[in-house]
Nanobody, 124 residues
Framework: QDQLVESGGGLVQAGDSLSLSCGVL????????MAWFRQAPGKERQFVAG????????DYDDAVKGRFFISRDLAKNTMSLQMNSLKPEDTAVYYC?????????????????WGQGTRVTVSS
C-alpha cells in the first residue's frame, strides 16, 4: 500500500532553520510529481513547493520563495523541504503529497496520496 510519512517538524524560533523529510513507500519518487502543502489553524491547505515527475519545473509559493528549498533523493526514495529564516507565519501542519499525474501543479485535488502531516511551530 502506498504511503507517505513526514518527519522533522517541531518548535523553533523565528530566524531558525528546519528540515522536513517525507518517506515514500509503495511508489517510486522518480516516477511521481510531489509537493509540500501546509495548513495553518483556521485556514485552508495551501501549496508550498513542488516539482513534476521529472523532478523539474520546481515551483514555490511566493511566501516561501528564497527561504524554502524542495528536493528529492532518488536513492533513499524520499523528498525533503529545507526551511530557512522561518517566520511565525510559517506555523502550520506540513503535508507531503504525491500525484499520479505528471504535472499536477498547485491544486491540492491534483494529488492522490497524502501523508499524515508534521507540525511546525515558529515562535516570535
Amino acid at each position: 500500500q502506498d504511503q507517505l510519512v513526514e518527519s522533522g517538524g517541531g518548535l523553533v524560533q523565528a530566524g531558525d532553520s528546519l528540515s522536513l523529510s517525507c518517506g515514500v513507500l509503495g511508489r517510486t519518487v522518480r516516477r511521481y510529481a510531489m509537493a509540500w502543502f501546509r495548513q495553518a489553524p483556521g485556514k485552508e491547505r495551501q501549496f508550498v513547493a513542488g516539482f513534476d515527475w521529472t523532478g523539474g519545473n520546481v515551483d514555490y509559493d511566493d511566501a516561501v520563495k528564497g527561504r524554502f528549498f524542495i528536493s528529492r533523493d532518488l536513492a533513499k526514495n524520499t523528498m525533503s523541504l529545507q526551511m530557512n529564516s522561518l517566520k511565525p507565519e510559517d506555523t502550520a501542519v506540513y503535508y507531503c503529497a504525491s500525484a499520479g499525474g505528471r504535472t499536477p501543479g498547485r491544486p491540492a485535488e491534483s494529488y492522490d496520496l497524502w501523508g499524515q502531516g508534521t507540525r511546525v511551530t515558529v515562535s516570535s
